[in-house]
Structures are given as structure tokens and as C-alpha cells.
């Protein structure tokens, strides 16, 4: 039997619902810049009919349910595309970083130090009995010897700073893992499973942007995370990962202790750290390496035969124990005197031809299996570690550009806007004083009724 | 679609970003006045730039080298010229001394004039340039002749302190060597185990014992010595041209190539300050329109 009391109820649970929609619309606003929140929406729906025998009479409005709006799909789009830029971020880095120490197309490069080594020799050839001209080429193999080492400290010391960067990484990457898997158990143990919340978000956020992992959602709520094809959290399961070293430092992935199955990080930091490293970095430097070590004989091949200004011979320019950019150096000798420095072939004192022969080195295919000139061969390695650069910056800008359009896309489904949450406030704001309204003129119907008695 | 406060926030944050950096970029070229200031901003130029740097570095060597030689070959001309000198006069006292007219006494006189020229060729010989003995090859360390004396002081021999002479070389090319000394060998052996000295020495001999047939043997060797010393000259001479040429067209090969280098990684300005104009202007738009949008929302008009 439909009613006063009736309509009370339902003003009463309109003021209720308005005020419940009042709290999902405050905290939009107050989320409106945290980056892992979700939007959420308020349904309103009307309470259960009553019958009386003729007529059917609603019974008010409830906040039936609060839905957090995530797309799936355009979230794992969005962490994909994410992670393949960090990963171009990473390698170009520190790629331009080796750019950087290479100093060329300035005065402080290699390539300047070798023309002013292979000058020197011709400055002696000039004048071969002279004991300053054997000082200026002994300073300019120690210019050459120092220019080479600083190059070495540096790829040696970014190489070990990019062992570090992916162990610490590595660190994080296992705790991130653990806490999905706590986060898994807690969601699964809820009466109602509901979407993911804004803190697994966040934790898939960072792994994904670690390692490129993917991740799917079971019927139960939880999430399983993968890294390249490998389940690393089940549910409450996780595989953690432990870091082993081969024989250079580098740190790699062991397997898990269960299966053995070893995951490969195809994407995010941790892949770019290990590119620019491994496609880059080691490469530049056995190159240096080899390039140094071919310098080194070919001079001490010359150098050894001719006779220095002491009528002494068989002595060479640089240590032949030379094994790479690490412990290239003048030999003893002439690095303590520059009088032993040999210039002639024959033993006489005006003689040039060792001084020649080395000098014309500068024009010899020496390197890469005696097809380029020492300096081809160099700056061959310095347009390709340019060419690296420049097609990093491209994918990078691509990703880039895929990223944000992803982000656009996310903002549309997901991101809080104050306007519209305005609007909102102003339609709960509305409802809210029609209900109170509606309390009050019942509230004196009731008076009326009651003065009756 | 659906636009949000922080959707449209980060696509200004990105697009000023953008903007700022392409400005920044143009920026430094203008400054460096570098198109190409680091290999990654061209990497196929830079591998061009690095080797024609290598290379005018090389060919201006090659230039002083030149230089050193033309120095060198002039200092030996002026003591080619010498030598012809001492041998002119030389021919003169023995075109006298083989005149039947001359006394024994006047023959002796001659000797005496016969043998200052002696000392004087001996000098060019062993003469000295830039602390080394400048005839001596690869040996400067020590005079090219050395005399043999008799108890009176008189020359009685000089002999080359050198089995054999070679020539110091300096490259004046890639590949290309070129003499940059002239050995005493050249100069003054006349061939047949002959050489000036001996000529000399011989001649003044003849004149104090007055032996006319010996003194007109002589004459004939004197005038091989100076047909050897005029194409001694000759050959300094188109040494000299030949290395002036070398270094003429090296200077020619660095000017061409520092200007390949300029065209290949110079600021264009032009272009530059046009684009930089262009591009700040859309950044000036970008923060403007920026600023505008970002600001109000709803919540100013409740």
C-alpha cells in the first residue's frame, strides 16, 4: 500500500545515493593528477518495485555500484609501447655518452692524436739527427698513448656502470614481482572480485617499463605476469630471478630453480641497458682493441729494425706486450729516452728511412685485414656509433609517438575530467536538495496528518 | 573523444618539449656555426670530415717538407756555383801555365794560386749548413773529404772519408720521395776513379815541375769537372721546380679541401636564422595557446 511512509524512504535513499555519487565525484577530483588512477563512475539504479494489486510504485534510487574505468587492451598497448621507448631512451644514452668521449669532429679526438703521432715521424724524416725532433714524436706517442687510455677508462667505466644499472634493476625488477604476487592473494581472497586496483596497476606500470613483461588477467582476478613468454607470477606464485655473471661482468639471468626455463627481457630498460652494452659498447671497444694492437706491430716491426741516435737497434717504440687499448704504451725505453728513438735504416746519422717507412703508415691498409688506412678504419667506427645514434633517436621517436597517442587514448578511457566531474557535482548537488526538499514537504504532510489526531 | 585536463596538459608538456629542443638544436648551430658539430648529427658526412681533416693535416706536411727542400737545394746550388767558380779559375792558371812563353818561376807562382783554389774547393766540400756538413748524404756527422798532409804542411792527398754517398729523402707526397740532399759523390767525382781534388792537386804538381803535357791532360779533366758541375746545377734546378710544382699544387689540393670540409659541415646562416625565426615563433604560439587552455576549467564559473 503505497504511502506517506513510502515516499520518506525514497526521499531518504535519494539523499543517500546523492551523497554516496557526491563521494565517487570527490575523489575523481582528487585524483585528477595522480597518474595511476583510474577514473570512477557511480551507477545509480532504482530501488525494487512494490505492487499493490493495481498499480506498481518505485521504491528510491541506490548507488548500485562503483566501476573503475580500465581498458584492458589499451593498458597493455600503452605499457608496451612504453617499454620500447625506455628501451631506445637506454641504449641511446649511453651511446651519445660514448659519442661524447669519442670528442671527434673536435680537436680533443683520437683521430687527431694519430695525425699528429704519424706528423711527428715526418718531422724527424726532416731533420734525423736531431735529438728534439725525437722528443716531439716521443710526445706525441705519449699524446697518443693517453688519448687512447682515457677513451678505454671511459668505455670500461660505462660499461661497469651498465652492469650496475641492470643489477639494481634486476633488485627491483624481484621485489616488484613479490609484491604483484602479494597483491594477487589479497584480491583473490575478497568476497567480490573486482578490476584491478590502482596499485597492481601501478606495479604492472614499473614492471612493464623494467622488462617489457605482459600480463593477463584470470577469472579470479588475479594477474599473471610474464617476461618474454615465461609466467613469473601466478597468482600468489612467484619466480623470482637470480642474477649470475659470465666471465667479462656481465650480469645475466639465471634460470628458475623449478623448471630452468630462462626468460628473456626482449623490452624495456633493462633490454636497452643490455643492447647498448652488448651491440655497442663491447663491440666499439674490440675494435679499439684491435685497431690499437695493429698500430703497435706494425710500428715496432719498423721501429725495431733501424738504429736509434745511440747507434743502438731492436729496440721498440711501444710495449709489444700490448694486448688492447688497456695497456697500450710506450716501450721502457723510449719512454724514458727519446734518443733511442730509431730514424735510420743503415746506421747512419742522416739516414731517414725508418722515420719514412713509419710515417708512411699513415696511408698503409694496415687495418681490417689490410683493406682501410688506420684513420678509414676509425672513422668508420665513429659514423657507426653516429649511424647508432641516429637510428635510435628515430625508433625512439617512433615509440615515442606510439606511446603518447596510447597515452591519449588511456586519458580518454581512464583519465579524470574536472569539467565533467563539475557537471556531476552540480547535477548530485541538485538531486541532493530536490531530496531534501521532498524530505521537508513530507515532513510537513506528516505534521498535517498528525495535528489531525 | 573524450579530452582530460591531464591528457591535454601532457601533450603541451611533450609538444614544448619538442619545439624547445629543435630550437635549442639551431641554437647551437648557430653559435658553433657547425651544421655538423657531432657524429651522430650526420654520420655519413662524418666519416668524409674526419679523413679530409687526416688529410690536410698530411698534404700541409708534405708543404713544409717542400719548403725544407727548396731550402736545402739552395744552399747546395750556391756551392755548386762555387765549385764552377774554383774550376774556372783553375783552367785559367792552367791555360797559362801551358803556354810555352812561361818561365818556371811564373809556373811556380801559379802553383801557389793553384793551390789556395785547392783549399777553397776543399771548403765548399766540407762546408757546413745548420750545424751538418751539407754535401755529406746520410753521413753529416763527418766531413765528406779528409786531406793528407807532409811534413811541411802541404796537401799531398785528399780523399773521400766515404765508401759511397746516399742521398737523404723526404716524401713530398703519399708515395712520393723526392732527394732532398745533393751528395759530394755527384759533385765531385769525375768517374774513372777521377775526381776534382786529384785534378787540382795534379795540376799544381805539374805547374811546379813545370811538366807543360800534364798541365794540358789536366785542362781536358777540368773541363769534364765543370760540364759535371753545370748539369749538377741543372739538376738542383729542376729539383727545385719540380718540388715548387709539388707544393704549388698541394697548397691548391688543401685550399680545395678545407673548403669541401666548410661546405660539408658549415652553418648555412641563411637558412638557419630563417628556420630558428620560424621555429620560435611556433614555440611562442605553443605556450601562449598553452597558457590559455590549460588554465580555466568549470570550476571558475561555479
Redesign the interface.
Known amino acids: 500500500m503505497p504511502g506517506i511512509n513510502g515516499a520518506i524512504t525514497s526521499a531518504t535513499r535519494a539523499l543517500l545515493a546523492q551523497q554516496a555519487a557526491m563521494q565517487v565525484v570527490s575523489d575523481n577530483i582528487a585524483n585528477?593528477?595522480n597518474?595511476d588512477y583510474a577514473r570512477r563512475r557511480g551507477e545509480l539504479a532504482s530501488g525494487p518495485m512494490l505492487f499493490d494489486g493495481n498499480n506498481s510504485f518505485g521504491t528510491g534510487v541506490d548507488l548500485q555500484r562503483v566501476q573503475t574505468l580500465r581498458d584492458p587492451f589499451v593498458e597493455g598497448q600503452l605499457q608496451r609501447t612504453g617499454a620500447e621507448s625506455l628501451r631506445y631512451e637506454q641504449t641511446d644514452q649511453h651511446?651519445?655518452l660514448i659519442?661524447?668521449s669519442?670528442a671527434?669532429?673536435?680537436d680533443g679526438g683520437l683521430?687527431?692524436a694519430?695525425?699528429n703521432f704519424?706528423?711527428s715521424w715526418?718531422?724527424l724524416?726532416?731533420d734525423?739527427?736531431s735529438s728534439g725532433a725525437r722528443a716531439v714524436v716521443q710526445q706525441a706517442g705519449l699524446g697518443l698513448v693517453s688519448r687512447v687510455r682515457s677513451l678505454h677508462s671511459n668505455l670500461t667505466e660505462q660499461i661497469t656502470n651498465i652492469n650496475r644499472q641492470v643489477e639494481d634493476r634486476i633488485g627491483k625488477l624481484n621485489g616488484l614481482l613479490q609484491e604483484l604476487g602479494r597483491l594477487n592473494v589479497q584480491q583473490v581472497n575478497r568476497v567480490q572480485p573486482g578490476e584491478v586496483d590502482d596499485l597492481r596497476a601501478h606495479v604492472m606500470d614499473e614492471l612493464s617499463k623494467l622488462t617489457g613483461a605482459t600480463f593477463r588477467q584470470q577469472s579470479d582476478g588475479s594477474i599473471t605476469a610474464m617476461i618474454g613468454n615465461v609466467p613469473v607470477v601466478e597468482a600468489g606464485n612467484v619466480r623470482t630471478l637470480t642474477i649470475q655473471k659470465d666471465s667479462i661482468g656481465r650480469p645475466f639471468i639465471g634460470g628458475f630453480g623449478d623448471n630452468g626455463v630462462v626468460p628473456v627481457i626482449d623490452s624495456g630498460e633493462i633490454a636497452g641497458l643490455n643492447e647498448a652494452r652488448d651491440d655497442h659498447l663491447l663491440p666499439l671497444r674490440d675494435k679499439l682493441d684491435a685497431l690499437v694492437k695493429t698500430i703497435v706491430t706494425e710500428v715496432n716491426k719498423i721501429h725495431s729494425s733501424g738504429f736509434n741516435l745511440n747507434g743502438g737497434t731492436g729496440i721498440d717504440f711501444f710495449k709489444s706486450s700490448t694486448t688492447g687499448m688497456i695497456d697500450f704504451d710506450l716501450s721502457d725505453g723510449i719512454k724514458r729516452d727519446h734518443r733511442l728513438i730509431a730514424g735510420?735504416l743503415?746506421g747512419?746519422?742522416?739516414?731517414?728511412?725508418i722515420a719514412?717507412a713509419i710515417?708512411?703508415l699513415?696511408?698503409a691498409k694496415i687495418a681490417s685485414n689490410g683493406t682501410e688506412t688506420i684513420?678509414?678504419a676509425?672513422?668508420?667506427l665513429?659514423?657507426?656509433?653516429?649511424?647508432?645514434?641516429?637510428n635510435l633517436?628515430m625508433m625512439k621517436d617512433a615509440a615515442d609517438s606510439s606511446y603518447?597517442q596510447m597515452?591519449?587514448w588511456h586519458?580518454?578511457?581512464s583519465?579524470?575530467?574536472?569539467?565533467?566531474e563539475?557537471?556531476k557535482?552540480?547535477r548530485y548537488q541538485n538531486g541532493f536538495n530536490a531530496a531534501a526538499k521532498l524530505t521537508k514537504t513530507l515532513n510537513e504532510m506528516m505534521d498535517a496528518m498528525l495535528g489531525i489526531v | 573523444?573524450?579530452?582530460?585536463?591531464?591528457?591535454v596538459t601532457?601533450?603541451v608538456i611533450?609538444t614544448i618539449n619538442d619545439r624547445y629542443e629543435s630550437l635549442s638544436k639551431l641554437q647551437e648551430s648557430m653559435t658553433s656555426g657547425?651544421s655538423?658539430?657531432?657524429?651522430?648529427?650526420?654520420?655519413?658526412v662524418?666519416?668524409e670530415?674526419?679523413?679530409l681533416?687526416?688529410d690536410t693535416?698530411?698534404i700541409g706536411?708534405f708543404v713544409?717538407?717542400a719548403q725544407?727542400i727548396t731550402q736545402e737545394m739552395q744552399t747546395a746550388e750556391s756551392a755548386v756555383s762555387q765549385v764552377t767558380e774554383v774550376l774556372s779559375v783553375a783552367r785559367t792558371k792552367a791555360l797559362a801555365g801551358a803556354n810555352d812563353a812561361m818561365s818556371a818561376n811564373d809556373r811556380k807562382a801559379l802553383a801557389i794560386a793553384v793551390d789556395g783554389e785547392i783549399k777553397e774547393l776543399l771548403g765548399v766540400a766540407n762546408q757546413k749548413y745548420n750545424g751538418?756538413y751539407l754535401l755529406?748524404?746520410?753521413?753529416?756527422?763527418r766531413p765528406p773529404y779528409v786531406i793528407t798532409t807532409d811534413g811541411e804542411g802541404k796537401i799531398t792527398a785528399i780523399t773521400s772519408s766515404q765508401d759511397s754517398v746516399?742521398t737523404?729523402?723526404?716524401?713530398v707526397g703519399?708515395?712520393l720521395?723526392v732527394d732532398?740532399s745533393v751528395g759530394s759523390d755527384d759533385l765531385f767525382n769525375t768517374g774513372d776513379g777521377d775526381n776534382l781534388f786529384q785534378v787540382l792537386l795534379d795540376l799544381r804538381d805539374a805547374l811546379n815541375n813545370s811538366d807543360v803535357d800534364t798541365i794540358n791532360g789536366t785542362l781536358d779533366r777540368l773541363s769534364i769537372g765543370i760540364d759535371q758541375t753545370t748539369s749538377t746545377t741543372a739538376m738542383i734546378g729542376a729539383r727545385i721546380n719540380l718540388v715548387d710544382s709539388i707544393s704549388q699544387r698541394h697548397s691548391d689540393l688543401k685550399t680545395s679541401t678545407e673548403q669541401r670540409i666548410s661546405e660539408l659541415?658549415d652553418a648555412d646562416a641563411v637558412e638557419v636564422i630563417s628556420r630558428y625565426n620560424q621555429e620560435q615563433a611556433v614555440y611562442q604560439m605553443a605556450l601562449k595557446t598553452a597558457v590559455n587552455l590549460i588554465q580555466p576549467?568549470?570550476?571558475n564559473f561555479?
Open positions: 585528477a593528477n597518474p651511446l651519445k659519442e661524447a669519442l671527434e669532429l673536435g683521430s687527431n694519430l695525425d704519424w706528423a715526418q718531422d724524416a726532416a734525423p739527427t735510420s743503415d747512419n746519422g742522416a739516414d731517414n728511412q719514412l710515417s708512411d699513415s696511408t684513420s678509414q676509425y672513422s668508420t665513429v659514423s657507426e656509433i653516429g649511424l647508432g645514434i641516429q633517436t603518447q597515452q591519449a586519458d580518454s578511457v583519465g579524470v575530467s574536472v569539467d565533467e563539475m557537471t557535482m552540480m | 573523444m573524450r579530452v582530460t585536463q591531464s591528457g601532457r601533450k611533450n657547425k655538423v658539430s657531432r657524429p651522430s648529427d650526420n654520420p655519413m662524418t666519416s670530415l674526419l679523413q681533416a687526416s693535416r698530411r706536411q713544409k717538407n725544407l751538418k755529406g748524404g746520410t753521413k753529416i756527422d746516399l737523404v729523402q723526404l716524401a703519399d708515395g720521395r732532398a659541415s576549467t568549470l570550476v561555479v
